[in-house]
């Protein structure tokens, strides 16, 4: 398990929070595979019934680790094995997900609320997707999962121009649920997570796979999205913006 990711459970809920509040939770391939593990053991006979993920105050996720991210590019690996199974995870995951973000959720920090089944921004949030502008392709399937939420202009803006939502924004397109309070939306979410835990449990599963389906379509967009991802990482358009990238950071 990493220790950038903390697992909490209280009584039927399971709480995972990003830790690495320093790199405003950029994710590294420990962080996604401890993640996914939290997620994936979450099945069967887990006394788990619901799972809320969190961040620490000002920062969701700032999306990957550069450093994990340029090492999967250069060495041909595309998104990589760790962040292929949390994203698995997600499409696959047998209990109700609960997000609770606050401040930035950038690429898999703002995909990931398309497979969650309730979520909680704060006012202070900010969902971005910049994969175009690096010259790549959206990932976690929200190519598929974005414009059946929001319908397509809305997805358009989102995922391919790259335009910012607030809180309050992403309510109004059906991204989050609720917007609250900084200091409040942890609180908010684990108490819709003790709430969908205190109903039936084959009932609420039941219900999750109609309105869901089969994960199949979802795994499929993953591994269709991963595959472009990987080729749109050795284009000169993903060259040029990582240079431009990098040159500011120095």
């Given at each position: 398990?990493?220790?950038?990711?903390?697992?909490?459970?209280q009584g039927p809920v399971r709480l995972i929070r990003m830790n690495r509040p320093d790199k405003k939770n950029?994710?590294?391939?420990?962080?996604?595979?401890?993640?996914?593990?939290?997620?994936?053991?979450?099945?069967?006979?887990?006394?788990?019934?619901?799972?809320?993920?969190?961040?620490?105050p000002g920062a969701f996720s700032a999306g990957n680790d550069l450093g994990d991210f340029m090492k999967a590019a250069t060495g041909g690996e595309g998104l990589g094995n760790s962040v292929l199974r949390f994203l698995y995870s997600l499409a696959r995951a047998e209990r109700?997900?609960?997000?609770a973000v606050q401040g930035v959720a950038v690429g898999i920090g703002t995909t990931m609320m398309l497979h969650c089944d309730y979520a909680v921004a704060a006012s202070d949030a900010r969902f971005?997707?910049?994969?175009?502008?690096?010259g790549l392709v959206p990932e976690a399937a929200s190519s598929l999962l974005a414009p059946r939420l929001m319908g397509h202009r809305r997805a358009f803006e989102l995922?391919?121009?790259?335009?910012?939502?607030?809180?309050?924004?992403?309510?109004?397109c059906g991204l989050v649920n609720q917007v609250a309070p900084?200091?409040?939306v942890e609180a908010e979410a684990?108490?819709?997570?003790?709430?969908?835990?205190?109903?039936?449990?084959?009932?609420?599963?039941?219900?999750?796979?109609?309105?869901?389906g089969a994960p199949d379509e979802i795994v499929k967009r993953i591994d269709d999205?991963?595959?472009?991802?990987k080729l749109r990482l050795k284009s000169p358009e993903a060259r040029k913006a990582f240079e431009a990238f990098l040159s500011r950071k120095k």
């Open positions: 398990m990493s220790i950038n990711v903390i697992i909490i459970d950029a994710l590294t391939s420990g962080m996604y595979d401890g993640m996914a593990q939290a997620i994936e053991s979450a099945s069967g006979d887990s006394p788990i019934r619901c799972i809320v993920i969190a961040g620490v109700p997900l609960v997000a971005s997707t910049p994969f175009v502008a690096l995922l391919v121009m790259g335009k910012p939502l607030s809180g309050e924004e992403a309510k109004a900084a200091d409040q684990m108490k819709a997570a003790q709430a969908i835990a205190a109903l039936p449990l084959e009932g609420v599963a039941i219900s999750r796979r109609l309105m869901k999205e991963a595959e472009q991802f």
